[in-house]
């Protein structure tokens, strides 16, 4: 549908997927979708293709044995729950079960960072570095709605899993005019362009950092926004590129573990390609069990807010 | 190494001559134990060498030259431990050769490993070994057989001690409600597990009710009694019916090599040359009896 979003509207990441895994279940016959328990999101789907939709209810190691039971049998299962159970409850199948015999199956889920205000046990802060561990593991973290469908849509053709980490998805910012960006799997996006600082982020936090650089941008500076929606793999050439273009000064922006996410993806490349820095600032959940509030005040409390993250861009400018 | 010894067996069809391919299973296991220097859960390997000469050699419409045949029937071997029991059933079916998995059994570069792995081992239908995992799995490939109106089975294999995982009772809830009648659990109630027997530690009973609570068609059978097993499998429930069937196959651990049997000791291990011989010895006193 050949509708254009503005930056600043909302839309439901949620319809997006539902919308979306509609549509390709047309044009895919072999997919499927299942669900411990959240059945919202495929409704669509459900309605649809009843006999390619299970609901195992609450158990999330038997929805990726079945998956992986399914994608033995030639066919392509997506996924999708609440990820702080997903990532851990059924860790060691989606590790044994999927990603050992190399199994095209789609994890998605919602939840991902300090989101939606149920307490630690339902925040999934540690979740992209669970999953950046496992081999064969393809790695995403999606912050505008209709970028979701498109990786939905690319991630038909792939041999092997994919994990797809949204926020709440109930209420999404539109990043993007479709069309855009070229949106890759695997590819780095510049979100906005900028030559003092490289502010690298993924997923729920990409809106802020935007913000950010706008605020920056207000008192002339130039912060480079990307959107690193693929941890895995790295896009590691687009990393060397952006030392150089921005006077190697990077800040880490993420609403995950600010050891053990995309800070530490993208640490590994520096030390490991050479890069040398004048900068780098992670932001980030502490190592903590964080309490209740809303996403704004919890970013806020934990240091990777909005205000932090325009202090960390002006020290990261002034090193 | 060239696949010159594989000859296609076709299917067993008397008691007899399953019982003699039993018998042939546990000698070369017995050989593959004393050759290799590494561990072999013998143990476990004992107690399914039956129901796996019974599926391999009867039970599963399989075509060890034509290992990709959708129509073919599934199997997922749950309790992976017992994978070179498996590969051997599955060679003296035509899958691999003998020789071959004696020769590299867990050496640098073989497919045949300790537990199971479809990647490098693409005969075999899932990787496994993690417990718990292989009913999840099989329930996944019945239920697109469903979708896709195949008529075929998926069987599994599962030890008792295996049971104690939750995935195992989440995939017995999936299985019913899905209504997988083309889904067949045989469980090698062998009453040990690594260290201990089952009901001292872990109490499984009431082991036939616990799956007949969860909707299951239950069938109690003699594991190591070949007239019992194909008669089992002669009379299986349609693949069209909507209850799941387990089949709760009373075995012994070990069994066939008396000192191995019911043995805390002989879960795992490798057997020497002179253990060999003794156990070779004792395995043959079996055949006596039953002869």
New interface residues.
């Given amino acids: 549908m050949p509708v254009t979003f503005t930056f600043s509207e909302f839309l439901s990441a949620r319809s997006v997927i539902g919308d979306t895994l509609a549509e390709l279940g047309d044009e895919y016959p072999n997919l499927w979708t299942i669900t411990p328990e959240i059945g919202a999101t495929l409704g669509e789907f459900r309605a649809k293709f009843p ?2 939709f ?1 609901d ?2 609450i ?1 999330e ?2 929805s ?12 392509i ?1 997506v996924v999708s729950g609440m990820l702080p159970f997903l990532s851990m409850r059924a860790l ?2 989606i590790r ?2 999927v990603c ?3 199994l095209p199956v789609k994890i998605i889920g919602t939840h991902g960072g300090l989101v939606g205000n149920g307490g630690s046990t339902h925040y999934a802060v540690e979740d992209l570095a669970l999953m950046c561990a496992l081999t064969n593991m393809t790695v995403t973290s999606i912050g505008d709605p209709l970028m979701v469908g498109e990786v939905l849509r690319q991630s038909m053709k792939m041999t092997g899993p994919l994990y797809i980490r949204l926020a709440v998805g109930k209420s999404d910012m539109v990043l993007y005019q479709q069309g855009e960006h070229d949106i890759q799997i695997g590819k780095g996006i510049i979100a906005r362009p900028g030559y003092d600082v490289t502010l690298f982020t993924h997923g729920t936090t990409v809106a802020q950092a935007l913000e950010a650089a706008e605020k920056l941008a207000g008192i002339g500076h130039s912060v480079r926004v990307v959107d690193m929606f693929t941890l895995k793999p790295i896009d590691a050439d687009l990393i060397v590129r952006c030392a150089e273009e921005t006077d190697g000064r990077f800040v880490v922006l993420e609403d995950h573990l600010a050891y053990g996410g995309l800070a530490s993806r993208i640490a590994d490349v520096v030390v490991d390609r050479g890069i040398s820095l004048k900068a780098f600032e992670r932001l980030g959940i502490p190592q903590v069990f964080a309490g209740f509030g809303d996403d704004e005040q919890l970013r806020d409390k934990y240091g990777y807010g909005l205000t932090s993250t325009v202090s960390a861009l002006i020290r990261a400018m002034s090193a | 190494m060239v696949d010159t010894d594989i000859t296609v067996r076709p299917k067993a069809r008397t008691v007899e001559e399953l019982e003699d391919l039993a018998f042939e299973l546990r000698q070369k296991l017995l050989h593959l134990c004393g050759t290799y220097e590494g561990v072999v859960h013998i143990g476990g390997d004992l107690s399914v060498a039956d129901i796996l000469i019974a599926l391999y050699h009867y039970g599963l419409n399989v075509d060890p030259e034509n290992i990709a045949d959708p129509k073919r029937d599934r199997f997922v071997l749950s309790k992976g431990h017992a994978a070179v029991c498996m590969y051997i059933a599955m060679a003296m079916r035509g899958f691999f050769s003998y020789d071959e998995i004696v020769a590299t059994y867990g050496q640098l570069g073989s497919a045949y490993g300790m537990h199971p792995c479809k990647v490098q081992l693409p005969g075999v239908e899932a990787s496994t070994g993690s417990l718990g995992h292989g009913l999840p799995i099989a329930v996944g490939m019945a239920k697109s057989a469903r979708q896709r109106g195949e008529k075929h089975r998926v069987f599994a294999l599962l030890g008792d001690g295996e049971t104690g995982e939750g995935s195992i009772w989440e995939a017995a809830m999936a299985a019913r409600s899905a209504e997988l009648g083309n889904l067949v659990a045989f469980v090698d109630r062998n009453h040990q597990l690594m260290t201990s027997f089952s009901e001292d530690r872990v109490v499984l009973e009431p082991f036939h009710g616990k799956w007949a609570s969860f909707g299951w068609n239950v069938i109690s059978a003699d594991g190591h009694n070949m007239k019992d097993l194909k008669s089992i499998i002669d009379s299986l429930p349609s693949p069209d019916s909507t209850r799941p069937t387990v089949v709760i196959a009373e075995t012994i651990k070990g069994k066939g090599v008396d000192f191995m049997e019911r043995s805390i000791a002989w879960h795992a291990g490798s057997l020497g040359k002179e253990d060999l011989e003794r156990a070779m010895a004792a395995l043959e006193s079996t055949r006596k009896v039953s002869a």
Wanted: charged share 20%; hydrophobic share 30%; net charge negative.
């Fill in positions: 006999d390619r299970i195992v209810g158990a190691q038997v990726v044995g079945i998956a992986s039971g399914l994608a033995y049998e030639g066919n299962p060691e199948q044994s079960d050992y015999p190399n």
